[in-house]
C-alpha cells in the first residue's frame, strides 16, 4: 500500500509551496520522521519529515515547481511494519484518516453536525408554520396593492406555497396584457354600457388614490372609454403628487450654442462611424448638468419632509416618451462618463424604453432630471419635478435667430433651457446659479473641444 | 538654545504667570460655589513647577501635553485669561474644546499645547508621538508631557519611557508629585519613595527638583530640553509639590489629608515665598508688585466679565468635527 | 497590469506612499527586519530607512498612542498592530483618544493615522489569532473601518485612507493576504471610503458582505447560477461609513437580502445593515433579511472540525442564499 | 538513596539534579517532535522551549506545585512538564484532540492551562499573564493559602504596560510573586536593544523597589538557586522579586518564522555551544554522576515516552463540533 505525501501548510496565511529540493530519490529508503524533502513558501523555509517508513515509489511533483496546499507531492510504498501492526482498533483510527489527520475535510467532519453547531449564528428563516399561503411580504403586499391585485388568487411558487415578489410581479404583467385586450374589444363594441369600465375598475382604487378623483369626465355616446393602463395610472398618480404637493417654480434662460452646433456638425459622421452610435445634443446637455450638479449640490438632494437628502452620486433621469407611456430611465453615475460614455448610456437607455427591456434598476435611484423637449419642437416648457428629485431641466429646439453680439447683430444657434424646481429645497439663487453655470457649460464649448 | 539668564525681567514674567493662575483659580472657585462654573480643576500649589517648567522651553515651539491640573503651565504657555474663562463656563469660543470637555482639559494648537483626554497617562505617549515626529522630521522641537505621580502606575507611563529611551526621542516626562492622586497617597500608589527611581529601569536619567521653587524647575527643565535636542533621549523629572486644594470643587480632602499636613505644605506656597524673595533680592519693589496685582486683578475681572457675556454654544454644532470638515 | 495578491497590493501600495510622501512612517511589532510576520513590510526598511520604518517595542498602547502624537506633530504614521486580536491593549489610544480628538477640541487637531492590522480565521489561528474586531470599532464616532476584499481595493482604500485626515482602521484578512490574486495598475487611484461596490449584479437575492466573504460569496453565485438563481453581490469595502444608499438599492432591487460575515452575529455589522434596510426599504421586501455570520463564541477555535464548524464558507454562503431565494 | 553535598554553598540532591535533567530531555525530545509533525503537515503550529529548558526546570523545581500557582507563556514546556502535565496531555494539546486539558482543542498548541494541576490558562497577546499572577498571589495572601505565584514572560513582553502595572501592584501591596523574566534576546525578530535601552531586565526592578535578580538560563541550579530565594521572601510576606534568566532560543520563534532574516547562523551556532542540557549533562559527568550508560537509558525511554504520546495522540478523538457552543458561559459540569 503506498502512501500518499500531500504539500503541508508551512504557516497561517500560506496557501502553497515549492519544492526546493528532494532529500529522497525514487527507489531510496526513508525512515518515518526522516527529512524527505526541502520546501519553501514565502513565510519559511523547511525539511519535511517522512510521515511513513518505506520505498519513495513515485515523486510527483519535481523540484522548483510550486504547487497549493494538500496538492500530493509523492508516494512512499511499504509502509513500515508499525503502521500495520497497531492493535484492532488503533489500526481502525489510522485507516480512517491516512495522512490529512489535522485537516479533515468538511465531509469527512460530518455536515450535519456542523449545521448543528453553526444553527445559532444564523437568523432561522425556515423555522415558519406548515403553510405560508395568506401570508405575504411587505413587498408583495405593496405590489398588490398598488396593482389591485388579490394575492389570494395566484399561486405561489415560494417555500410552503408562498406568493413571492416574482410571482405578483409576473401577475402584473399578465394583467397588464388582460387590461390591454378589454380595452380592444371596449373599442369594438362602442354601444356598450359606458360606464361599465369604470364600474369594474376595483373599489379599492378611490380610497387609495385619491389623487386620481377629479372632476368627471362627460361620456357621450360616442366617445370611447379607455381604462386606464397601470403604468397610466402611476404617471397620473406622481404628476398630480408632485404638482399638488411640491410648490413648483419656473426660470429660464437662453443659450447660445452655436459652438457646440459647430463641433457636433464636424466630429458627428466620423462619432457614428466610431461609436456607433450618433451624436446628438443630449449627451453634451447632460455633462453641462452633471457639472453644474457637481458645483451647485444644493440641486442634487432630495426633499425628505423634515430634512434633505444630499445625494452622494450624480444619476440623471433622462424623460423619455415610450407607446406605453412616458418613463425616466437613470443613467448611474453619470458624473464617472465622458461625453462618449453618456452618449452610449444615453441611447441604450432610449433604445430599451422603446423595446420595453428596462429593468427596475434602470429606472431607480435619479438624482436630478433631464428633459429633452426640444426634440419634439417646443422653445418653453414648464415641466413636472419628479419628486422626491427637487428640480428637472428642459432643452429647447434649437433655432438660428438674429441676436446681439458686441453690439452687433449675429445669426446665431441659440436654445432655451427651463427648469421647474422645489421651492421648499432650493432657492432661486442657487436654482439660478445653476441654470447660470449649465448655460455657461455648453456656451464654453467650442469646434474644437474635446469629446473624449 | 543657549542658556537663558535669569535676568529680572525674566524672573518677574515667572512671578506674573504664578500670580495670575493663583488669581484665576480663585476666581475660578468662586464661580464654581455660586454654582455658575460646574466643576474646578486647580493648579494651587503647582505653579511653581508648571511655570517654571513652562518657561525653560521655546515656548509656543516645543509642544507641551498637559494634565488637567496645569492651569499655571499653559496660561504661562500663551493661553490667555479670557480662553481659560471660555473654557470654564463652556462658551462656543472656548479655543480648547468648543465648550465639548469638561475644564481643564486644555488644548490650544495656536500655542502648540496638545488637546488633552481625562483618561490619565494616555498624554505621556502622545509626547513621545510627538517627539517621535520632530526626530524624523528634524524639526528641533521638544516635547514635554507632565502628569501626576498617581499616573505612574498606569501602564502607558512604562510604555512612553520605554519606547522614549529605546529611540532616544526628544522628550520630558514632567511628573508634578504631589503625594495625592485624589484621595490615594503616594505610598499606596508605589513601593519607592521617588517616582524618579523609576528612570533608572529605562536607562534615563531622573531628577528629583523642589517643585516649589520655580528656579530650580527652570534649570532642570532646561537641561532636559538640551539633552533632548541633542539627541540624547528623555528625561525624567519629578517636581515635588503639594496641592493646596482638592482634587476638584467635587472633592473633600479633609477625608484623606489633616489640616495640620496642608498648613505645614501652605508655609512653603510657591507664589508667596517667590514673591518674598523677589522683594528681598530687589527684583521688584513693593509699588511694582502693587501694580502688578492690580493688573492681575484688572484681567480677571475682565475674563469673567467677558466668557459671562460670550455666547453658548449653538446646540445644531453638536454633530459637527465627528470627522475632517 | 500586473497580477499581485492581495498582500502585495497592500505591500505595494505601502512602497509606492513611502516614496510619495516623506511625512509617511510605518512602525509596529517586526515590521522592519523581519518584514512583518506575514511579510507585508518585507523591503521597506532596506528602501526606506529605520527612521521610516521602525521596529517599535512590543507595546500595542504606545505604537497608536505614538502615533497619535506623531501624526498631530506633522507626520502621516502607519501603525501596524501584528493581530487585530491584539489590539485591545491599544483601545484606550484608539477609542478615547484618536476617535475623540477631533471633537474634543472643536475641531482645532486631527488625528490622520491608519492603523493596520490583519484579522480574520480559517487558518488554524486559534482563538488570539483569527478574529474579526471590526464591529467594536464600527460603533465607534470619528473612526473609521474599512476592509478590502480584493487586491485591486486593497490598494486604492490603502491610498485613500493614507489620505484621509482622520484615524483609519484598515483590516487585511489573513486568509486573504496570499490566496486572493488579481490585477492591480501601477500607478496610484483611490477608492472614496465610504463607498460600497457592486461586484455582481444579479436578481433573485443580494449578498451583502465584505472582505474575505466577497470572494466566498462570488463562489457561491457561481454555483447557484448554474442552478438558475441570480444573485446580487455588494461590497461593503467600508464599515464605517456604510454606504446606506447602495445597500437599500440592492435590497429594493431583489428583496431578499443576505448579510454575511465572519464577526460573531450579535451586535455585528449584520444588525446594522438589517436595521437600515427595515427603516427605509420595508415595503420592497419579499424575505425576512437573513444574516450568516460567526456563531455566538468568544473566539474561533483551533482544532480543525470546531473551526470549521466556526468559519462561514462558501458552501455555508450557497445553501444560505439557496434558501432565501427559494423562501 | 540519595547522595547530599554541598555545592556553592547549595546542599544538593543529586536524584533531584538528576530529576532535572530528565525534564529537560524530555522537553527538547517532545518539542523536537512537535517540529516533525508540523513539517509533517500534521499539526498547523509549533512554538518552542528548545535553549531555555535550564531556566525552566531550575524554577519549576524550586517551587511546589501542591500549594503554587504558575502563569507561564507559550514557550514554557518544561515548566508544565516539571508542574505535572504529562507529555499526553501536551501532544493532545498540541494535535487539538477533545481531551486537551488545556482547552479541549480550542486554542493553538503552547497555551498551557490545567486547574487541578495548578497551571492558569494563558492567551496570545502577551503580558497579560503577570497581572493574573498577581491576582492569585493576592488571594494567596488574603486567604493566608500556604503558596506563591509564578508568571513568566520572554522579554518582549516586558514592554507591555501590564508588566508594568503588575509589578507595581505587587510592590505596593507584597503579594507573594515571583516574575521570570525568559530573556533571549529577541521578540520575534526585535533585538533586546529596540526592545529597551538598558542592559538588564532586572533592572527594572528598581523602579517598584523589589529586587531584581539576574542569572545564567543554562545554568539550571543557578536558577534554581535564586528562585528558592525568592519564593522564601515571598512566604516571609516581603513582596515580589523579578528574576531575569539569560537564555537563548535556538529555533524560530514558532513554525511561521524564519529567523534567517534576522539572526545569523554564527550568533545562532555561538549561543548553542551554552546549550543547558549539554553543559548540564557534561557537569554531571565530571561530578562522576551520569555516565553513557545512564544517558542511553535515559534517551531510550524519553524516546519511548515520546513516542507514546505521539502515537496516543494521533489516535485520539477530535472534538465533535457540535461542542462548539459549550462553555461561552458558566454550565455546571456533569
Known amino acids: 500500500m503506498a502512501e500518499v505525501v500531500l504539500m503541508p501548510q508551512l504557516g497561517e496565511s500560506v496557501t502553497e509551496g515549492t519544492i526546493g529540493q528532494w532529500l529522497k530519490k525514487v527507489g531510496d529508503e526513508v525512515e518515518k520522521y526522516e527529512s524527505l524533502l526541502e520546501v519553501m513558501t514565502d513565510k519559511v523555509n523547511a525539511e519535511v519529515p517522512a510521515p511513513v517508513g518505506g520505498i519513495v515509489s513515485k515523486i510527483l511533483v519535481e523540484e522548483g515547481q510550486t504547487v497549493e496546499v494538500g496538492t500530493p507531492i509523492c508516494e512512499i510504498a511499504g509502509a513500515e511494519e508499525e503502521v500495520e501492526s497497531g492493535t484492532s482498533s488503533l489500526q481502525e483510527g489510522s485507516q480512517a484518516r491516512p495522512s490529512s489527520e489535522s485537516k479533515p475535510s468538511p465531509a469527512a467532519t460530518g455536515t450535519e453536525q456542523v449545521q448543528q453547531a453553526t444553527r445559532g449564528g444564523e437568523s432561522e428563516t425556515s423555522e415558519q408554520g406548515d403553510s405560508l399561503r395568506g401570508r405575504y411580504s411587505p413587498a408583495v403586499r405593496r405590489l398588490a396593492s398598488e396593482n389591485h391585485i388579490n394575492p389570494d388568487t395566484i399561486t405561489g411558487t415560494g417555500a410552503k406555497g408562498r406568493v413571492t415578489r416574482q410571482d405578483i410581479l409576473k401577475a402584473v404583467s399578465e394583467h397588464r396584457q388582460g387590461a390591454s385586450e378589454e380595452t380592444r374589444s371596449v373599442s369594438a363594441e362602442p354601444q356598450a354600457q359606458p360606464t361599465k369600465p369604470s364600474a369594474s375598475a376595483p373599489s379599492v382604487s378611490a380610497a387609495e388614490m385619491p389623487v386620481l378623483q377629479g372632476a368627471p369626465a362627460v361620456i357621450d355616446p360616442e366617445d370611447e372609454i379607455v381604462p386606464l393602463a397601470s403604468v397610466r395610472k402611476v404617471i397620473a398618480e406622481r404628476m398630480v403628487r408632485s404638482k399638488t404637493t411640491v410648490p413648483h417654480a419656473w426660470l429660464m434662460m437662453e443659450v447660445d450654442v452655436s459652438g457646440l452646433v459647430a463641433l457636433r456638425d464636424r466630429v458627428k459622421d466620423e462619432f457614428k462611424a466610431k461609436e456607433g452610435v450618433s451624436l446628438t445634443y443630449v449627451p453634451f446637455m447632460l455633462r453641462a448638468v452633471v457639472q453644474a450638479l457637481k458645483a451647485v449640490p444644493e440641486m442634487n438632494v432630495q426633499w425628505n419632509g423634515d430634512s434633505i437628502v444630499m445625494k452622494k452620486r450624480i444619476n440623471i433621469g433622462m424623460a423619455s416618451a415610450t407607446d406605453r407611456g412616458l418613463v425616466v430611465p437613470v443613467i448611474k453615475n453619470a458624473d464617472e462618463k465622458s461625453i462618449v460614455g453618456l452618449a452610449k448610456a444615453s441611447q441604450d437607455l432610449v433604445r430599451r424604453a422603446r423595446t420595453g427591456r428596462l429593468t427596475m434598476d434602470d429606472l431607480t435611484g435619479g438624482t436630478f432630471t433631464v428633459d429633452n423637449t426640444g426634440a419634439i419642437g417646443t422653445v418653453l416648457t414648464y415641466p413636472i419635478i419628479n419628486a422626491p428629485e427637487v428640480g428637472i431641466i428642459t432643452m429647447e429646439s434649437i433655432v438660428k435667430r438674429p441676436v446681439v453680439v458686441q453690439d452687433m447683430v449675429a445669426i446665431r444657434s441659440m436654445m432655451n433651457i427651463c427648469i421647474s424646481f422645489d421651492h421648499r429645497a432650493v432657492d432661486g439663487a442657487e436654482a439660478g446659479k445653476f441654470v447660470r453655470l449649465v448655460k455657461e457649460n455648453l456656451e464654453a464649448i467650442g469646434p474644437s473641444t474635446s469629446i473624449y | 538654545m543657549a542658556k537663558v539668564k535669569l535676568t529680572p525681567e525674566l524672573l518677574k514674567e515667572i512671578y506674573y504667570y504664578m500670580a495670575l493662575s493663583r488669581a484665576l483659580d480663585d476666581r475660578m472657585w468662586i464661580l464654581n460655589r455660586q454654582g455658575r462654573a460646574p466643576v474646578v480643576y486647580s493648579a494651587n500649589g503647582h505653579e511653581a513647577t508648571q511655570v517654571g517648567a513652562a518657561m525653560a522651553l521655546n515656548r509656543g515651539e516645543d509642544w507641551i501635553v498637559p494634565y488637567y491640573r496645569d492651569l499655571a503651565m499653559v496660561i504661562a504657555y500663551g493661553e490667555t485669561p479670557r480662553e481659560v474663562m471660555l473654557h470654564l463656563l463652556g462658551r462656543a469660543d472656548d479655543p480648547n474644546s468648543g465648550g465639548r470637555q469638561m475644564p481643564a482639559h486644555w488644548g490650544l494648537k495656536r500655542r502648540h499645547i496638545m488637546t488633552t483626554g481625562s483618561v490619565v497617562a494616555t498624554q505621556d505617549v502622545h509626547a513621545a508621538g510627538l517627539a517621535l515626529a520632530s526626530k524624523v522630521l528634524k524639526d528641533g522641537r521638544v516635547s514635554l508631557a507632565s502628569f501626576g505621580e498617581g499616573s505612574t502606575s498606569q501602564g502607558e507611563f512604562h510604555e512612553a519611557l520605554n519606547f522614549a529611551s529605546v529611540h532616544k526621542l526628544p522628550v520630558i516626562f514632567l511628573n508634578e508629585n504631589n503625594g495625592y492622586a485624589i484621595s490615594v497617597p503616594a505610598r499606596k500608589q508605589m513601593a519607592i519613595m521617588d517616582v524618579a527611581a523609576r528612570a533608572q529601569g529605562y536607562g534615563i536619567p531622573g531628577v528629583i527638583v523642589d517643585g516649589n521653587d520655580p528656579i530650580k524647575v527652570y534649570e532642570v527643565t532646561q537641561e532636559a530640553a538640551e539633552r533632548a535636542r541633542r539627541g540624547e533621549g528623555p528625561t525624567l523629572i519629578e517636581a515635588k509639590t503639594y496641592r493646596f486644594v482638592p482634587h476638584s470643587s467635587d472633592d473633600d480632602d479633609r477625608a484623606y489629608r489633616s489640616r495640620e499636613e496642608v498648613a505645614e505644605w501652605k508655609k512653603r506656597d510657591p507664589v508667596i515665598t517667590f514673591e518674598k524673595r523677589l522683594i528681598d533680592e530687589k527684583v521688584m519693589t513693593q509699588d511694582e508688585l502693587k501694580a502688578m496685582q492690580q493688573r492681575i486683578k484688572d484681567e480677571v475681572n475682565d475674563a469673567t466679565d467677558f466668557a459671562e457675556k460670550a455666547p453658548l454654544p449653538d446646540p445644531s454644532t453638536l454633530g459637527r468635527y465627528v470627522y475632517a470638515e | 497590469m500586473a497580477v499581485m495578491s492581495y498582500l502585495e497590493a497592500i505591500r505595494e501600495t505601502l512602497r509606492q506612499e513611502l516614496r510619495r510622501d516623506s511625512r509617511i512612517i510605518i512602525y509596529g511589532e517586526d515590521v522592519g527586519v523581519r518584514g512583518g510576520v506575514f511579510r507585508v513590510t518585507e523591503g521597506l526598511q532596506k528602501e526606506f530607512g529605520e527612521d521610516r520604518v521602525i521596529d517599535s517595542p512590543l507595546a500595542e498602547a504606545a505604537i497608536v498612542g505614538t502615533a497619535i502624537g506623531a501624526a498631530i506633530n506633522g507626520l502621516r504614521p502607519i501603525p501596524e498592530i501584528q493581530f487585530a486580536d491584539f489590539i485591545f491593549p491599544a483601545i484606550n489610544q484608539i477609542v478615547e483618544e484618536a476617535a475623540r480628538i477631533r471633537y474634543r477640541s472643536n475641531g482645532e487637531f486631527g488625528v490622520p493615522l491608519v492603523i493596520r492590522a490583519p484579522f480574520g480565521g480559517g487558518v488554524h489561528g486559534a482563538l488570539y489569532h483569527s478574529q474579526s474586531v471590526e464591529a467594536f470599532f464600527a460603533h465607534v464616532p470619528g473612526l473609521k473601518v474599512v476592509i478590502p476584499g480584493t487586491p485591486y481595493d486593497a490598494k486604492g482604500l490603502l491610498a485613500s485612507a493614507v489620505e484621509d485626515e482622520d484615524p483609519v482602521l484598515y483590516f487585511e484578512h489573513k486568509a486573504a493576504y496570499r490566496s486572493l490574486k488579481g490585477e492591480v495598475p501601477e500607478e496610484r487611484y483611490l477608492i472614496p471610503i465610504g463607498k460600497a461596490d457592486l461586484k455582481r449584479s444579479g436578481k433573485d437575492v443580494s449578498i451583502i458582505t465584505y472582505g474575505l466573504m466577497v470572494s466566498y460569496a462570488l463562489k457561491a453565485a457561481e454555483t447557484l447560477e448554474k442552478e438558475g438563481i441570480s444573485v446580487e453581490i455588494l461590497d461593503l469595502r467600508s464599515i464605517r461609513p456604510l454606504d446606506v444608499e447602495m445597500i437599500l438599492d440592492t435590497a429594493r432591487k431583489t428583496g431578499k437580502v443576505l448579510v454575511v460575515h465572519e464577526d460573531n452575529l450579535t451586535g455585528g455589522v449584520g444588525g446594522e445593515i438589517s436595521a437600515l434596510i427595515a427603516e427605509h426599504a420595508l415595503f420592497d421586501l419579499d424575505a425576512p433579511i437573513r444574516r450568516l455570520a460567526g456563531p455566538d463564541v468568544p473566539a474561533m477555535p483551533y482544532s480543525p472540525p470546531l473551526e470549521h464548524a466556526f468559519m462561514i464558507t462558501s458552501d455555508k454562503i450557497t445553501e444560505a442564499a439557496r434558501d432565501l431565494a427559494k423562501f | ?334
Not at chain 4, 501542591?66 to 507529555?87: E, H
Not at chain 4, 482547552?103 to 498551557?112: D, I, N
Not at chain 4, 512566604?235 to 534576522?262: M, N, V
Request: glycine share 8%.
Open chain 4, 1 to 334: 538513596m540519595a547522595q547530599r553535598e554541598l555545592l556553592s554553598g547549595l546542599p544538593v540532591d543529586w536524584q533531584k539534579l538528576k530529576t532535572m535533567y530528565y525534564y529537560m530531555v524530555l522537553s527538547r525530545k517532545l518539542d523536537e517532535r512537535m517540529w516533525i509533525l508540523n513539517r509533517q503537515g500534521k499539526a498547523s503550529f509549533v512554538i518552542s522551549c528548545q535553549g531555555q529548558e535550564g531556566a525552566q526546570v531550575g524554577v519549576a523545581l524550586a517551587m511546589d506545585p501542591s500549594v503554587d500557582w504558575i502563569t507561564p507563556y507559550y514557550r514554557d514546556l518544561a515548566v508544565v512538564l516539571v508542574f505535572g502535565m504529562t507529555p499526553r496531555e501536551v501532544m493532545l494539546g498540541f494535535l487539538a484532540k477533545r481531551d486537551d486539558p488545556s482547552s479541549g482543542g480550542r486554542q493553538m498548541p503552547a497555551h498551557y492551562g490545567h486547574r487541578a494541576k495548578h497551571i492558569m490558562t494563558g492567551s496570545s497577546p502577551v503580558t497579560t499573564q503577570v497581572a493574573h499572577a498577581a491576582g492569585l498571589a493576592l488571594t494567596m495572601k488574603l486567604r493566608g493559602l500556604p503558596g506563591i505565584a509564578a508568571s513568566f514572560l520572554g522579554e518582549g513582553s516586558t514592554s507591555q504596560g501590564e508588566f508594568h502595572e503588575s509589578l507595581n501592584f505587587a510592590a505596593v501591596h507584597k503579594l507573594p510573586l515571583i516574575v521570570v523574566v525568559e530573556n533571549n534576546g529577541y521578540a520575534i525578530s526585535v533585538p533586546q536593544i529596540h526592545q529597551m535601552a538598558v542592559v538588564n531586565v532586572a533592572d527594572k526592578a528598581s523602579g517598584y523597589g523589589i529586587p531584581g535578580v539576574v542569572v545564567q538560563g543554562s545554568d539550571p541550579l543557578a536558577v534554581y538557586e535564586a528562585t528558592m530565594a525568592a519564593r522564601e521572601r515571598a512566604l516571609r510576606g516581603e513582596g515580589p522579586t523579578l528574576i531575569e534568566a539569560k537564555t537563548y532560543r535556538y529555533t524560530p520563534h514558532s513554525s511561521d518564522d524564519d529567523d534567517k532574516t534576522y539572526r545569523s547562523r554564527g550568533e545562532l551556532m555561538r549561543e548553542k555551544a551554552d546549550d543547558p542540557i549539554v553543559v548540564f549533562r557534561n557537569w554531571l559527568m565530571t561530578q562522576k554522576q551520569w555516565d553513557d550508560q545512564q544517558e542511553n537509558t535515559l534517551l531510550k525511554k524519553v524516546r519511548e515516552v515520546v513516542d507514546d504520546a505521539t502515537d496516543y495522540a494521533e489516535q485520539a478523538p477530535y472534538p465533535d463540533p457540535s461542542t462548539l457552543m459549550d462553555h461561552v458561559y458558566y454550565s455546571p459540569r456533569a
